[in-house]
């Protein structure tokens, strides 16, 4: 078997159908696509169920509600796959995304994963396309880089240790990601959006990035001597990042609209104390 999907839902009645399309609609056949029910209360067991009657290759596990880790893990335990498609139940994957990732793969013997790149999906409306360069272990320390719905190779997976459940608030994939590549394998990626990620506010990424520094450190404390051992590429980035900010603050201030606000907020507090005296 060369593809297995793991989709884990909870509560997704009103987008869990068109994921599981995204991926019945690959050009290159998606063998078994895994659908892991996280004790979901709506209808969306009700959703999963009418598909599975028409299509074969839907397998359904049922769990109470154990966060999206412990889903996962269970789909990745259970999947037949050479290669592991990854998505969330509220987004989907452009039609040719398999197909050209499994291309990627031919590439390099070495990766451990290939994803895309994606657009946000904002009120129906798709905005920002990104297309994310290609990551290192020491790039990925810093900043994730990665995608969490993207094709990888079971192997690198499984040797990385599967998903860490201790991450219940967030940065699951960011922390695979980082031992994936600690394991010696490589990213590639499709220069193509092909991935549509559904931006809402009450989404997980939207919590875990109110939890940023809290997670941040979280993964620090479990890889401090890797961070160690990059510090040079930290103090370098962070250095660009302090210059490239002092640029775009000068260009601010000297742009005509920064100079007109001036003047009109200067006009005003002048106005008030005249005001003030008289």
Request: charged share 30%; aromatic share 10%; glycine share 6%.
């Amino acid at each position: 078997m060369l593809v297995s999907a793991i989709i884990p839902c909870y509560n997704a009645a009103s987008t869990i159908s068109r994921a599981i399309e995204s991926v019945l609609n690959q050009t290159t056949t998606v063998d078994e696509i895994i659908v892991i029910n996280d004790g979901s209360t709506d209808n969306s067991l009700e959703e999963i169920q009418g598909l599975k009657k028409l299509h074969d290759s839907i397998v359904v596990i049922h769990q109470d509600n154990k966060g999206v880790c412990a889903a996962r893990n269970a789909g990745i335990e259970f999947a037949q796959g050479t290669y592991l498609l990854t998505l969330d139940a509220d987004d989907y994957f452009e039609d040719s995304f398999v197909e050209k990732a499994l291309l990627e793969f031919k590439k390099d013997k070495d990766y451990g994963a290939i994803m895309c790149g994606y657009v946000r999906v904002v009120n129906g409306k798709k905005v920002t396309p990104y297309i994310p360069p290609k990551i290192t272990l020491a790039s990925c320390l810093m900043n994730n880089g990665a995608l969490s719905c993207l094709l990888f190779k079971k192997e690198a997976v499984v040797k990385a240790g599967l998903y860490d459940e201790g991450m219940h608030l967030g940065y699951e994939d960011w922390d695979l990601n980082i031992r994936i590549l600690k394991e010696g394998y490589r990213y590639g990626v499709v220069r193509e959006v092909l991935f549509n990620y559904t931006d809402t506010a009450s989404s997980r990424n939207d919590h875990a990035e109110s939890k940023d520094l809290e997670l941040r450190m979280q993964l620090f404390d479990k890889y401090r001597q890797d961070y160690k051992q990059h510090d040079a590429y930290f103090f370098k980035e962070f250095i660009k990042e302090n210059h490239r900010l002092r640029k775009e603050n000068q260009r601010i201030k000297n742009s005509r609209s920064f100079k007109w606000s001036h003047s009109i907020i200067s006009l005003v507090e002048r106005l008030k104390k005249i005001v003030k005296t008289n």
